[in-house]
């Protein structure tokens, strides 16, 4: 079933939401309450999105299940703790600086390559992928066609970043251990091992992102 969030679910008994209720269940609401816990560790559950992180390689259908959890006790589809993408901010910068160092780059190289990783690979693509998932899916695969029911767009950019992480993993780590020996020699193998991981990557991908939808 697509994950949507009724609008009015929390409603008083005469259909009006009450104050306290609408600030809560507002995009704005939600974003702000994110944002600050960027800045308090120990209010991230680091432990949860390590469990996460393994789960999306060994049954990413477990992760949304969580997700599906989560709707039903705090009425929200996205996280609301951002443990499971500082994890990700660092993971990004510990495999470009390996990348980085396998491929001999130098120091400004490597700030490129980190630079492009985090802003156009993951965050630009992701907001791309995320908008437009969320225009599709609120446009033609809410089942219940109501304006009380949508898809949230935090929803859409958190399947992206579950896709996205073994994707990395796969590329950024997995495959360091054959481009200098195997990938660029310029061989037939050279050729099909990189291609195969790039298969499995995307493929990974596009089937998290499936789960996600499903």
Request: overall charge positive; charged content about 15%; proline content about 2%.
């Amino acid at each position: 079933m697509l994950p949507t969030t009724l609008v009015n679910s929390g409603s008083q008994g005469n259909g009006v939401l009450s104050p306290r209720d609408a600030a809560r269940h507002t995009a704005g609401a939600k974003r702000y309450k994110y944002l600050r816990r960027l800045f308090h560790f120990r209010q991230m559950d680091f432990e949860f999105a390590l469990w996460q992180m393994l789960y999306l390689f060994t049954s990413p259908q477990r992760v949304y299940r969580n997700f599906h959890y989560r709707k039903q006790t705090k009425d929200q589809w996205a996280r609301d703790d951002p443990a499971f993408l500082v994890l990700l901010s660092i993971w990004l910068c510990v495999s470009t600086v390996g990348f980085g160092f396998v491929l001999d780059m130098g120091f400004f190289e490597t700030i490129k390559l980190l630079l492009w990783v985090v802003f156009i690979d993951c965050v630009g693509v992701g907001l791309l992928i995320a908008t437009l998932m969320w225009f599709i899916s609120n446009k033609y695969l809410v089942k219940q066609q109501n304006r009380d029911y949508d898809v949230e767009w935090g929803y859409a950019f958190d399947v992206h970043l579950n896709a996205f992480y073994p994707l990395l993993v796969i590329l950024h780590f997995i495959q360091l251990f054959f481009i200098n020996y195997v990938i660029i020699s310029d061989s037939v193998i050279g050729y099909f091992v990189g291609n195969t991981l790039w298969l499995i990557a995307i493929g990974y991908y596009i089937y998290v992102t499936f789960l996600g939808y499903s």
